[in-house]
């Protein structure tokens, strides 16, 4: 099995940008692909804001930094990408933008080159069903922050190959992951039981059950969370969370899946969490391209008591 020296990562938004991290601190050549080379030279200064912070703070050397940004390579024509021994897709959690991105990979890659989704709800046998060899694709979620989190979820396909599979394992396995595989069910392993939780936090607030404050300390403190479900919600983004509830609603026709009102509301006013400086919180830049959250953002749109429609 070929061994992956080459990683194309098609989105440069923040679990892209992960991923690239990720592989080149591991040794791996990125390749790292946006709509326009703005977008991806963006995407590189911030991962190069983030690692300065790291050595700020000892965390990692200077050269070390160095080594990390000369292995990412920023790019946004996918003709790039002829080279790579390996693609993850990490754009919008639309189904048909993942399956026009996918059919460029198709046409621009090796016919051996896997193509895996990072997808965190989407079905992967739709989406290989945009292709021609649909054995190639899969599905890799990262968890957020990939260079930080353990766990990688591998999702086959209904058409996936043995071959395409344990390449994928294998990668993982040599960015330091832990892999579960997943049946293609929307929301797969962790968003199957976390969505739900998010989701009652936000009827929680939208109830008047409790503040953000209160419910981020109650699940912190109460059941060993590392973290509360509103800062949670703003660190993935509340447009990417609502997305994932649209698809699992949609899929799966269950109520328990119905994204809250105020949910809505909140990624309709462009409050979508620390990637725009507010979400249930308020936040302020700190050096290193970081946020740190300064104050909440109300409850704009709640009605204390005001039930569920």
Known sequence: MTTVERLGVIGAGQMGRGIA?????????????????????????????????????GKIAAPDREAILERIRPADLYGDLGAVDFVVEAASERLEVKREIFRSLERDCRPDVVLASNTSSISITAIAGSVVRPGRVIGMHFMNPPPLMKLVEIIRGLSTSDRTYEKTRALA??????????????????????????????????????????????VSLGLRHPMGPMTLMDLIGLDTTLAILETMHAALGDPKYR?????????AAGWLGRKTGRGFYVYSTVPGGGAVATGTAGTAGSAGGAGRP
């Open 173 to 218: 396995e040599r960015l330091g992951k832990t892999t579960v595989g997943s049946r293609d069910v929307p929301g797969f392993i962790v968003n199957r039981l976390l969505m739900p939780m998010l989701n009652e936090a936000c009827f929680a607030l939208f109830e008047g059950i409790g503040t953000v404050e209160d419910l981020d300390t109650a």
């Open 21 to 57: 991290e990720l592989a080149a601190a591991h040794g791996i050549d990125v390749v790292l692909v946006d709509a326009s080379r703005d977008l991806a030279d963006r995407g590189k200064s911030i991962i190069s804001a983030g690692l300065a912070s790291l050595v700020e703070r």
């Open 259 to 267: 994204p809250c009102p105020l949910l809505r509301q909140y990624v």
